[in-house]
């Protein structure tokens, strides 16, 4: 499912991942060998290497995301013309084994608002949601059940989304052989979040989040803390979209 063939008789990366393939190409069906490098959702660079017994000319189609403003691209270390987000680039030229592609999408953090006007940070394709500690416990049905052990119910400075590249830190780690879960994220986003005294449980579950943004001057408010996000595919319990309060721009935990 990441690789599909063309009608011009070449092949296409669409999904990206780890991964190789084998696959006929050219007016001749010669067989060639792709194999993609990358860390990619959670980092920006990407590789794949050509491998084929003897030179065969074929298109090279690459899905450039919509979300990317500047993505990249280079053949043997030789920069190409900058492809259009949304698009499918085609790298049409005679290839031999050997022969690297890299591919770069830069990824920047974004705010897209949500219901009440709360706000869910983004970086490249990736929604981040608060990282919360889980409790796990098996219910009289014999059910699995998680609940959190940390603190879930915090509010995001209204001033810090406008600067997010300043307040809000990428923390990246090491590889793991579990990505996508909440130990092994491979990358973490660090800000700065406080307790929202109007955000509470209803029925074991957040209650209805509240309007943003909201003064700080309307009710007590307690310490500011750090917090970490985390892609969202890496947790079980979600906290994603955040409500706002108006906090003065540089105020920082203590």
């Given at each position: 499912h990441l690789w599909?063939?063309?009608?011009?008789?070449?092949?296409?990366?669409?999904?990206?991942?780890p991964s190789s393939v084998?696959?006929?190409?050219?007016?001749?069906?010669?067989?060639?060998?792709?194999t993609e490098?990358?860390?990619?959702?959670?980092?920006?660079?990407?590789?794949?290497?050509?491998?084929?017994?003897?030179?065969?000319?074929?298109?090279?189609h690459l899905r450039i995301p919509s979300w990317c403003s500047n993505p990249w691209i280079s053949i043997n270390d030789q920069p190409q013309t900058a492809p259009q987000p949304g698009t499918v680039a085609v790298l049409k030229r005679t290839w031999?084994?050997?022969?690297?592609?890299?591919?770069?999408?830069?990824?920047v953090l974004t705010v897209r608002r949500w219901h009440e006007n709360s706000v869910s940070l983004y970086r490249g394709p990736l929604l981040y949601a608060l990282e919360i500690e889980e409790e796990w416990s098996v219910n009289e049905d014999g059910d699995r059940e998680v609940r959190p052990k940390s603190r879930w119910n915090y509010a995001l400075n209204e001033n810090h989304i406008k600067d997010l590249e300043r307040y809000f830190k990428v923390k990246t780690g090491s590889r793991t052989n579990k990505p996508w879960s909440l130990e092994g994220a491979p990358i973490r986003l660090e800000g700065i979040g406080i307790q929202h005294p109007l955000w509470q449980l209803y029925n074991e579950s957040a209650g209805p989040i509240p309007w943003s943004p909201?003064?700080?001057g309307r009710f007590q408010l307690g310490?500011?803390?750090?917090i970490t996000l985390v892609p969202y595919g890496c947790s079980t319990l979600r906290v994603s979209a955040f409500p706002t309060i108006f906090l003065p721009p540089g105020k920082k935990p203590q």
């Open positions: 599909m063939a063309s009608a011009d008789d070449g092949v296409a990366a669409l999904a990206y991942a084998t696959a006929k190409v050219g007016d001749k069906g010669r067989e060639v060998t792709i490098t990358t860390d990619y959702p959670f980092r920006q660079t990407l590789e794949f290497r050509v491998d084929t017994a003897r030179e065969v000319r074929f298109p090279f031999r084994s050997g022969d690297i592609v890299r591919v770069k999408f830069p990824m909201q003064p700080s310490d500011l803390e750090y």
